[in-house]
């Protein structure tokens, strides 16, 4: 079993940052990789970020790249998604999970292939 806990999210304006944290616990051991998704009211779950459990690769959804980056932060112990110019189409409950199984890579964005996840965090960003 894999915790994890998500921390950071809150109100921001539009042009806004803000950083979320997930922190990861428990039989991380053959984790392959963490991804960051979100959901807003209404809409299916959307896959935002990944990050290799090794932190050497990084995949971006494209309505994010260039403003979103995701790393590992080892001061912490936490993998986090900086945000930056903030949108109100990135209003949504932000989660993580963990990948634990090898798949193709055409399935990394797929929400189902992570199998632990967290409980998420919200964001707002006001226009």
């Known amino acids: 079993q894999v915790q994890l806990v998500e921390s950071g999210g809150g109100l921001v304006q539009t042009g806004g940052s803000l950083r979320l944290s997930c922190a990861a616990s428990?039989?991380?051991?053959?984790?392959?990789?963490l991804g960051w998704f979100r959901q807003a009211p209404g809409k299916q779950r959307e896959f935002v970020a990944r990050?290799?459990?090794?932190?050497?690769?990084?995949y971006y959804a494209d309505s994010v790249k260039g403003r979103f980056t995701i790393f590992r932060n080892n001061a912490k112990n936490t993998i986090d998604l900086q945000m930056t110019s903030l949108k109100p189409e990135d209003t949504a409950v932000y989660y993580c999970a963990t990948q634990e199984r090898l798949v193709p890579s055409t399935l990394v964005t797929d929400p189902t292939v992570y199998d632990y996840w967290g409980q998420g965090t919200q964001v707002n960003v006001s226009s």
């Open positions: 990050i290799t459990w090794s932190g050497g690769n990084t």
């Open positions: 428990g039989r991380t051991f053959s984790t392959k990789a």
